[in-house]
């Protein structure tokens, strides 16, 4: 809560209600409260039933092992194959059934069955092995959204090895750093992707940060452009040559609960990304029983998660927990608007979707590109609305349902967090009545609670720190390489209770309202990012002596990185400067990571025992009043900060 004290402000009315629609209410797989109240008088009964949707090769000899907590484990002794799960078990009765409608930006086609899933996988799998990746293994993937992604991850799970994930969007020095924290042998990318027409350039990204990663041995390259790419004969291999020379025949060895199946790094609230580390079996059970109750998902239903694959949205929500599933997805590869604003609705009247799972920031981005763009299309199969990476504000919420769910499909707003795996909090769509700004209930078997600087409960309809306080199957068993990080980040400062970082209250009726995060962490379009991190990737720019960096509130991305910096002696102050500036972020970080708006000034204001004041640079740059400022040291800067910060606002991306 950095600075100032517990100021987490209820900036949402209660207004609307929509209880489920009778005929929804009566299909949905869940539809009495019973089902909740029974699974939350005895959560580990109830993660043991939802484990009893996987196939397991050896049955769990104990449910929840909090011996050694808060370093938890689930469903010890038992074994199971992760890909099996999601692959083979499917193959007697949906073998022919789609798994994924893949559709490239350019528009180029692919409908993956079950069957063609698991015979690439396969081939995939035993690929790997010749690379030497064998159970324990640690692959690295860095690619766009294309079919050899999933099949990536599936096959690292059937051999398993431990994979993590790298975001298209990272930069060499971003992927290099992950890739050596992770002790990543392979590296599995692809020559470019598409995004918006242009090419990323991500296999000469990759080259550059395999310079600095000397662990990593063989770099497999998917052909999705054709491009020209450089070669390193003897590290370099095609995707397509080896799946071609490998055999199909991989059996799926059983894999102990707990075998670590990824990695995947966040932002916290120092400069290093912390690995993320999730298991097999308490994952899959949290994935796959979230996905079916929270999306009530049917046989028939065509279900679309648009995030990518990069983040834990689409680990859980595209590939683990629809594939265990037995699910139908759409998996697209591109821009929202390419080649016009009205591509996603296109391919969701082309085929069929009728599950739709967004982040606020692409509905607002929706909302502004206009009505006309869904109602060109026939959107009349969805039938359910999903949102979730930060709160979704009441307006973009009714516009979500009017336009694209026809004014009748429940929307859940899910809340979650790359440390927990899978859905905690959402309502149920056949049970619970929506309030549009609120992510209703914790689901069966989760609880959580809302608490004050002291621990205690907050009084009815105040904000406080959002804990969950009973341990759960897919939570993050540990930071890699970093027991005590995992320790003092989420379980020191309220004892024996998950500190989640966000802040929330409850009404009455006992639904949450998320009231975002409380450490220097921003959301930029449903993306967590840490404040130091961008903070320190402009100090390590030559012209820099100071920065800080704030999240401001933005219309369409939630948060817009805000950055002020002060310059060394003789360097000149100027737009080129600025340019150099937000470069060199990107660079550093990422594109997404650049700011969005830089403030050159000749000091920062600081506390007096020199903190810098982001909170009162927040409020300077959203225009508000200053508040309190007796604890602050340089009180002439603020108001050159105040003037400068109006020539901000016009820069743009
Ligand atoms: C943070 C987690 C989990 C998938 C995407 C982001 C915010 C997420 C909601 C929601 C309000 C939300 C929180 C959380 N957040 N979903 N429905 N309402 N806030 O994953 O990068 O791990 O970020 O996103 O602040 O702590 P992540």
């Known amino acids: 809560m950095s600075e100032s004290g517990p100021a987490i402000s209820n900036l949402q009315a209660d207004g609307a209600e929509y209880p489920p629609p009778p005929a929804f209410a009566a299909a949905a797989r869940i539809n009495s409260r019973g089902v909740v109240t029974d699974a939350d008088a005895d959560p580990v009964a109830w993660w043991e039933a939802q484990a009893g949707r996987l196939t397991w090769d050896t049955p769990w000899t104990r449910a929840l092992d909090d011996d050694n907590a808060p370093f938890y484990r689930w469903f010890t002794g038992g074994t199971l194959n992760v890909a099996a799960n999601c692959l083979d078990r499917h193959l007697p009765d949906r073998g022919n059934t789609v798994a994924f409608h893949w559709e490239g930006e350019p528009g180029d086609t692919l409908a993956l069955t079950y069957r063609d899933l698991h015979d690439r996988v396969c081939r995939f799998a035993n690929a790997l092995a010749g690379l030497g990746v064998a159970r324990g293994g640690r692959v690295a993937i860095y690619m766009g959204m294309v079919p050899e992604l999933p099949i990536a991850m599936l096959a690292c799970a059937r051999l398993g090895a431990a994979f993590t994930v790298v975001f298209g969007g990272f930069s060499a020095e971003a992927l290099r750093e992950r890739m050596n924290d992770f002790g990543a042998t392979v590296l599995v990318t692809q020559d470019e992707g598409w995004r918006g027409g242009k090419t990323v350039p991500l296999k000469a ?6 310079d600095g990663a000397p662990g990593v041995t063989h770099s497999v390259v998917a052909q999705r452009t054709g491009g020209d790419v450089n070669w390193t004969p003897g590290r370099d291999l095609w995707f397509h040559e080896l799946e071609a020379a490998a055999s199909p025949d991989c059996p799926a060895e059983p894999m102990d609960a707990e075998q670590m199946l990824f990695v995947l790094y966040t932002s916290g609230s120092t400069g290093k990304p912390k690995g993320i580390v999730h298991t097999s079996g308490g994952y899959l059970t949290g994935a796959a029983s979230t996905h079916a109750n929270v999306f009530d998902l049917r046989d028939d239903d065509v279900y679309w998660c648009a995030a990518d694959i990069g983040w834990i ?31 996603l609705w296109g391919i969701a009247e082309r085929y069929g979707v009728t599950i739709l799972y967004l982040a606020p920031t692409a509905i607002r981005l929706f909302m502004k590109w206009g009505d006309q763009e869904p109602a060109g299309h026939d959107l009349s199969r969805i039938r359910l609305l999903g949102s979730v990476g930060e709160p979704i504000n009441p307006e973009a919420w009714e516009w979500y349902r009017e336009h694209i769910g026809g004014d009748a499909a429940p929307i859940v707003d899910t809340w979650w967090q790359t440390e927990t795996g899978s859905i905690m909090i959402s309502p149920l769509p056949g049970l619970d009545t929506l309030k549009p700004g609120s992510a209703g209930k914790t689901l069966p078997g989760i609880h959580a609670e809302i608490v004050g600087e002291d621990g205690q409960p907050v009084a009815g309809g105040e904000g406080g720190y959002l804990l969950l306080t009973h341990p759960w199957p897919s939570m993050l068993r540990t930071l890699l390489g970093d027991d005590d990080r995992y320790v003092s980040t989420y379980w020191e400062r309220f004892p024996g209770k998950y500190l989640a970082g966000d802040g929330c209250r409850q009404d009455a009726d006992g639904d949450m309202w998320l009231l975002g995060r409380i450490d220097d962490v921003m959301n930029v379009s449903g993306h967590r990012l840490s404040t130091i991190e961008i903070e320190s990737a402009l100090v390590d720019h030559p012209a820099v002596a100071e920065a800080a960096v704030i999240g401001r509130a933005d219309p369409v991305t939630g948060e817009a990185i805000a950055a002020f910096v002060t310059l060394r002696d003789g360097f000149e102050g100027d737009d080129r400067i600025i340019a150099e500036l937000r470069d060199h972020v990107a660079m550093r970080i990422g594109a997404i990571a650049k700011p969005k708006s830089i403030v050159l000034t000749p000091d920062l204001p600081k506390t007096r025992s020199g903190k810098i004041m982001r909170r009162l640079l927040k409020d300077v740059s ?3 009043n200053l ?11 603020v108001s050159a900060i105040a003037d400068m910060a109006d020539a901000m606002r016009g820069q743009e991306d």
């Open 313 to 343: 949205t689409g680990h859980s929500y595209i590939v683990f927990g629809p594939l265990a599933n037995g699910a139908t997805s759409v998996m697209y590869e591109g821009a929202p608007g390419h080649p016009a604003q009205d591509r």
């Open 622 to 624: 959203e225009q508000r």
């Open 627 to 637: 508040g309190d400022v007796t604890t602050l040291a340089n009180e002439e800067v």
């Open 205 to 210: 990204n990759a080259d550059d940060a395999l």
